[in-house]
């Protein structure tokens, strides 16, 4: 079984996909936020992709959130997470002098990456990582670290595995 959490309109073959608002018609509505992955029984899930979902949580649910992620994940298991980079947005801006605000965007640029879209209410960053706080964070629950780097932009990718 593969998980995509909070899928919104990016549904994927082959995964169960999740997310808190129906509009967005996933397989499974599920406030992740308030019920994490209780429904799912231990090590029943093979993989589980978490694509700019995590900051979405409060940053108080972040860890028994990937807690549950490693409880349902079967050993071997991976979960995959992308998220922003606090670190890189903040050298972007404030170590670069010369940076350049897109056209479309100007100045709302930096409050789009760290704050999120805010176009709806789940829209919204509630949570921030650099790579180390989020390998560490990882690595602490238990996970194997496999990959973990920035993306070459804004964003932290990491793939961890459940030993």
């Given at each position: 079984?593969?998980?995509?959490?909070?899928?919104?309109?990016?549904k994927?073959?082959?995964?169960?996909?999740?997310?808190?608002?129906?509009?967005?018609?996933?397989?499974?509505?599920?406030?992740?936020?308030?019920?994490l992955l209780?429904?799912?029984?231990?090590?029943?899930?093979?993989?589980?992709?978490?694509?700019?979902?995590?900051?979405?949580?409060?940053w108080?649910v972040?860890?028994p959130?990937?807690?549950?992620?490693?409880?349902?994940?079967?050993?071997?298991?991976?979960?995959?997470?992308?998220?922003?980079?606090?670190?890189?947005?903040?050298?972007?801006?404030?170590?670069?002098?010369?940076?350049?605000?897109?056209?479309?965007?100007?100045?709302?640029?930096?409050?789009?990456?760290?704050?999120?879209?805010?176009?709806?209410?789940?829209?919204?960053h509630?949570?921030?990582?650099?790579?180390?706080?989020?390998?560490?964070?990882?690595?602490?629950?238990?996970?194997?670290?496999?990959?973990?780097?920035?993306d070459?932009?804004?964003?932290?990718?990491?793939?961890?595995?459940?030993?």
């Open positions: 079984m593969k998980l995509n959490l909070g899928c919104g309109f990016d994927r073959k082959g995964y169960i996909n999740i997310d808190a608002r129906k509009d967005v018609k996933p397989d499974i509505v599920l406030d992740l936020e308030k019920e209780q429904r799912f029984e231990n090590e029943s899930v093979d993989e589980i992709l978490a694509k700019d979902f995590i900051e979405h949580l409060s108080r972040v860890e959130f990937l807690k549950d992620c490693y409880r349902v994940l079967k050993h071997n298991g991976r979960i995959y997470i992308q998220t922003p980079d606090l670190e890189a947005i903040a050298n972007k801006v404030i170590l670069n002098p010369n940076f350049k605000f897109d056209q479309l965007h100007g100045f709302k640029a930096i409050s789009y990456w760290v704050y999120g879209g805010q176009d709806y209410p789940e829209n919204t509630k949570a921030g990582f650099t790579i180390n706080s989020l390998k560490q964070l990882l690595e602490n629950i238990g996970f194997q670290i496999l990959e973990i780097k920035n070459g932009g804004t964003n932290i990718i990491c793939w961890a595995r459940k030993p």
